[in-house]
């Protein structure tokens, strides 16, 4: 709820855990921060916004996102921009609603060639097999449906200079680089949420030369 200096919203299970601001009807109880207090905010994970002032507070809709939760999200966000001095992340609330530009082939090792001419490839990885990749794969199908998301879960993916290759269910699609932002860890698991609705799912491998050009979290 919006008041002239305080912020308010409704929660349930936990701080971690908030309904979109207004949504009284919802069981839970009300928590609160004043405008001033508000030193960040990030639209990190579409529809939620995430504010830093004395803790952490993630505000998301409970239950499977609609536009209307994006549409709460979004004045919200124009308040914050007008009422308190957060320093604002964007990220999913001024992106395009795109996805994977399909491309013929992956690209190539080493200086490139007449499927991609100049982009050489600088790390790439498989899924691998076995019982982790099947999780990578669940967890993907869970998040996309729970949350309203297209979620990627590649059986390989490549790094160049300039984009991310993914080459998922038959089919091989790219995203520039630029356009990724800092990962979301979940159960072993990164979650690398792009453009507005869309996120690439990777299983954490420490010291992988993959992760290493992406967004670090």
């Known amino acids: 709820m ?12 936990g701080i971690n855990d908030a309904v979109a601001y207004g949504m009284e009807s919802l069981p839970g109880f009300h928590y609160g921060a004043a405008w001033a ?3 960040e ?3 990190v994970f579409w529809p939620a916004i995430e504010l830093r002032a004395d803790e952490v507070h993630r505000i998301a809709p409970l239950g499977r996102p609609t536009e209307s939760h994006a549409e709460v999200m979004a004045a919200l966000w124009r308040e914050l921009s ?3 001095p957060a320093q604002l992340e964007p990220g999913w609330m001024d992106a395009p609603d795109e996805g994977w530009a399909p491309v013929a082939a992956m690209p190539s090792q080493g200086a490139g060639d007449y499927r991609s001419p100049g982009e050489p490839v600088l790390a790439e990885r498989d899924a691998g097999s076995g019982l982790d990749a099947t999780l990578t794969r669940v967890l993907a199908w869970r998040v996309g449906h729970r949350y309203g ?6 059986r390989r993916v490549a790094i160049t200079q300039r984009f991310v290759y ?3 269910g038959g089919t091989i ?3 520039p680089r630029a356009a990724l932002r800092a990962p979301l860890r ?3 698991d990164l979650l690398y949420p792009f453009y507005r609705r869309e996120a690439l799912l990777l299983e954490d491998r420490p010291g992988c030369p993959v992760q290493a050009l992406l967004p670090a979290g």
């Not at 919006?2 to 299970?13: A, H």
């Open 82 to 84: 007008q009422r308190s």
């Open 41 to 43: 905010a990030r639209a």
């Open 149 to 154: 998301h297209r979620v990627t879960a590649p």
């Open 2 to 13: 919006i008041g002239e200096s305080r912020l308010s919203w409704t929660v349930q299970y």
């Open 166 to 168: 993914a080459e998922s």
């Open 37 to 39: 207090s508000i030193r």
């Open 173 to 175: 699609g790219r995203v």
């Open 186 to 188: 979940t159960d072993g």
